[in-house]
């Protein structure tokens, strides 16, 4: 009898211990699917109860003339239009442009709830760092007259003609692309090598040339150069053969039309409206996807700049990196570059658009990277929604004025690895899905092609994206940076 229960006992403990293994792996298994499972939408949760919270902003300068009229001349052996502020410069006209555009985008703001103290808001409230070029610097100037006139922001910058980490990494040492990646990803996206990226381009290559150049025998050569890659002095990577200096050339068309030139002077009288603009604009284009839209240059490039982008987006949440600098928490963020930190952004994240009159992909004058944080009143939740936006070609011309009429160019992020989900969620998806289904009526008077308000409504919040998952989606990409980087000095 005895021998009996001591056996019940042994089997007892022995399920019990067996019992007990099963709950810790029950546990684990749980714990590490929530810890991998997507953020979902909170029972009850509507996207009404979100609120501008943080707008973060990069943004490339506006309007300006061709950097070196001197050299463009040689090139091309005509004699080029000089306009009436000197190369480099930000023009009045682009002047114009931005204190319109700024005003526009912050009434947008402040009316979906971000909050400034008003009628100007403190030096705690806003930050606007400007690249230390003039047009950069002006640009930025501009932005505090359109969003706060009279109330004496001063946007910060380095000496003029100096280096800054968040906008000349590459040039200052701080960014060293690995040569072997640059030459492959340069390679593939020329489709295999520069010779095949040379047919592909010939045609866009003879059509420029009849537009700008002259006749003499050594007007252009540089559009018969071997196409090529190579590292310049200053760390950076160079397309060589036609495309660089072409690419140039069809920037300079697009900002000679932008500032509202003479058509007889725009691109020597060979454009009559913004659809002949676009269609010098392809080497223009493939300066960017054949080398500026490279990971590896884009990666190191931008890195201590996206790094400041997420350290500002992340102020005052769990996420917050605490080292940051004070300035980044301010509600209002705003840093002022160029085309290629944009590039650079861009492709970090993998976003692309199709802007009006534009080719793909392309930032025109004034162009804005606009991270906008939300959040949530009732839970206090927080999630991003990123667009690019830029005024049309004939609105920087003509200086239209922006309104809720006559509203910004804009293309909104999406990425199904970060929505939030539910039903508003869902109900915008299938609204977006069936506008694509439906073609778009052009404007005759405009060849501008899509806009879209910059004031969200429901189906701009069905792209927010949980604020967490955001950073998440890129953070493997970047590298440390220095605690000590001299920066906003």
């Given at each position: 009898m005895k021998k009996s229960t001591d056996m019940s006992m042994t089997t007892i403990r022995f399920l019990w211990a067996k019992l007990y293994c099963l709950m810790a792996v029950f546990i684990v298994v749980l714990l590490l699917s929530l810890s991998l499972s997507k953020p979902e939408a909170i029972a009850g949760e509507d996207f009404s109860d979100y609120?501008?919270?943080?707008?973060?902003?990069?943004?490339?300068?506006?309007?300006?003339?061709?950097?070196?009229?001197?050299?463009?001349?040689?090139?091309?052996?005509?004699?080029?239009?000089?306009?009436?502020?000197p190369d480099g410069n930000l023009s009045g006209h682009g002047y114009a442009g931005i204190v319109d555009q700024s005003r526009y985008m912050f009434e947008n703001w402040k009316s979906e709830g971000?909050?400034?103290?008003?009628?100007?808001?403190?030096?705690?409230?806003?930050?606007?760092?400007?690249?230390?070029?003039?047009?950069?610097?002006a640009t930025a100037q501009a932005l505090t007259d359109g969003m706060?006139?009279?109330?004496?922001?001063t946007p910060s910058h380095l000496p003029l003609q100096k280096k800054d980490p968040l906008f000349q990494a590459v040039e200052m040492g701080l960014a060293q692309p690995d040569p072997k990646k640059v030459e492959d990803e340069v390679m593939e996206a020329m489709g295999g090598s520069p010779e095949k990226a040379a047919r592909k381009y010939a045609d866009d290559v003879e059509w420029l040339r009849r537009i700008v150049c002259g006749t003499g025998v050594t007007d252009c050569q540089f559009l018969d150069e071997k196409w090529g890659l190579k590292k310049t002095k200053s760390g950076k990577y160079k397309l060589t053969g036609p495309v660089s200096a072409a690419s140039a050339i069809s920037e300079t068309i697009r900002l000679q039309y932008s500032e509202g030139l003479p058509l007889q002077e725009v691109a020597f009288g060979h454009v009559k409206n913004a659809g002949d603009v676009l269609k010098l604009m392809s080497l223009h284009a493939a300066k960017y996807d054949l080398l500026d839209n490279t990971m590896e240059i884009a990666r190191t490039g931008g890195n201590i700049l996206m790094h400041k982008i997420t350290d500002s987006l992340t102020a005052g949440s769990v996420a917050e990196n605490k080292e940051s600098f004070p300035e980044l928490s301010a509600p209002l963020?705003?840093?002022v570059g160029h085309d290629t930190n944009i590039s650079q952004i861009k492709t970090i994240l993998d976003f692309h658009w199709k802007l009006a009159s534009y080719p793909a992909d392309d930032i025109p004058p004034g162009g804005m990277l606009i991270f906008k944080r939300y959040k949530n009143n009732k839970t206090g939740r927080l999630a991003v929604q990123l667009s690019f936006t830029a005024r049309t070609l004939d609105e920087w011309r003509f200086l239209t004025p922006l309104s809720e009429k006559n509203p910004i160019a804009r293309e909104i992020y999406t990425n199904p690895e970060c929505r939030l989900s539910g039903k508003d969620e869902k109900d915008s998806m299938e609204e977006r899905q069936?506008?694509?289904?439906?073609?778009?009526?052009?404007?005759?008077?405009?060849?501008?092609?899509?806009?879209?308000?910059?004031?969200s409504g429901a189906s701009d919040l069905g792209s927010l994206c949980d604020l967490e998952t955001f950073v998440s989606l890129y953070r493997d990409k970047l590298d440390d940076i220095p605690d000590d980087l001299p920066l906003f000095k």
């Open positions: 609120t501008l919270d943080k707008v973060v902003v990069l943004m490339r300068h506006g309007v300006r003339p061709q950097n070196d009229t001197a050299k463009l001349d040689q090139a091309t052996g005509k004699k080029w239009p000089q306009w009436l502020v971000l909050a400034l103290s008003a009628p100007c808001p403190t030096t705690r409230e806003v930050f606007i760092r400007a690249s230390p070029i003039e047009r950069t610097v706060f006139s009279g109330c004496g922001i963020v705003i840093f069936e506008k694509a289904k439906t073609p778009e009526k052009q404007d005759n008077a405009n060849p501008a092609g899509k806009k879209e308000s910059a004031k």
